[in-house]
Antibody, heavy 121, light 106 residues
Framework: EMQLMESGGDLVQPGRSLRLSCTAS????????MSWVRQAPGKGLEWVSF??????????EYAASVKDRFTISRDDSKSIAYLQMNSLKTEDTAVYYC????????????WGQGTLVTVSS | EIVMTQSPATLSVSPGERATLSCRAS??????LAWYQQKPGQAPRLLIY???TRATGIAARFSGSGSGTEFTLTISSLQSEDFAVYYC?????????FGQGTRLEI
């Protein structure tokens, strides 16, 4: 059975850093692009970041709101995707979902249950 | 950035009725349009991709249509479990963008 399990969410002060992890199982992780989508409390969905499979170059894309502060990466040997979040702002407070991206196009086939990041002093 | 606009924000319907949700893109996204369903306290779930193709395991009462800038999600006969928030998403260009959601309520 396919699973995505996020971890690393926490309460953190503005300006600090946090790293989220997404541990995948039940599929060949290295074949797929992975992405992070977030949802602020009571709000809609916002795409955050995307990393291609190694076969597709392993390159990343970012939303403008997080570019130069967040870094997505992947460790195919461990089936884990990461989101390194630096210089956190209060507006980064959200549930962060890890998603598996379709093989062909950039849509979100499967979602984890999410991990809550709260940025507050 | 392609802006996705959903209407209405909230749709009140009764079980057994038909629901029609709209999504408009600020520029053409061809058929690169997906719909997701999110129930309270749960992660979103992919319903429709390619504007009209149901994802694996999705009931036949869900259908999608449209291309270019105008899209529709139709639920033919609402079941109690269909009351949720629905989001559209374009995947034709970066950044990937979602609509603000339509809440389907009784």
């Amino acid at each position: 059975e396919m699973q995505l399990m996020e971890s690393g969410g926490d309460l953190v002060q503005p300006g600090r850093s946090l790293r989220l992890s997404c541990t995948a199982s039940g599929f060949n992780f290295g074949d797929y692009a992975m992405s992070w989508v977030r949802q602020a409390p009571g709000k809609g969905l916002e795409w955050v970041s995307f990393v291609r499979s190694k076969a597709s170059g392993g390159t990343a894309e970012y939303a403008a709101s997080v570019k130069d502060r967040f870094t997505i990466s992947r460790d195919d040997s461990k089936s884990i995707a990461y989101l390194q979040m630096n210089s956190l702002k209060t507006e980064d407070t959200a549930v962060y979902y890890c998603t598996r991206v379709s093989l062909a196009v950039a849509l979100f086939e499967y979602w984890g249950q999410g991990t809550l990041v709260t940025v507050s002093s | 950035e392609i802006v996705m606009t959903q209407s209405p924000a909230t749709l009140s319907v009764s079980p057994g009725e038909r629901a029609t949700l709209s999504c408009r893109a600020s520029q053409s996204v061809s058929s690169h349009l997906a719909w997701y369903q999110q129930k309270p306290g749960q992660a979103p779930r992919l319903l429709i991709y390619g504007a009209s193709t149901r994802a694996t395991g999705i009931a036949a009462r869900f259908s999608g249509s449209g291309s270019g800038t105008e899209f529709t999600l139709t639920i033919s006969s609402l079941q109690s479990e269909d009351f949720a928030v629905y989001y559209c998403q374009q995947y034709t260009d970066w950044p990937l963008t979602f609509g603000q959601g339509t809440r389907l309520e009784i």
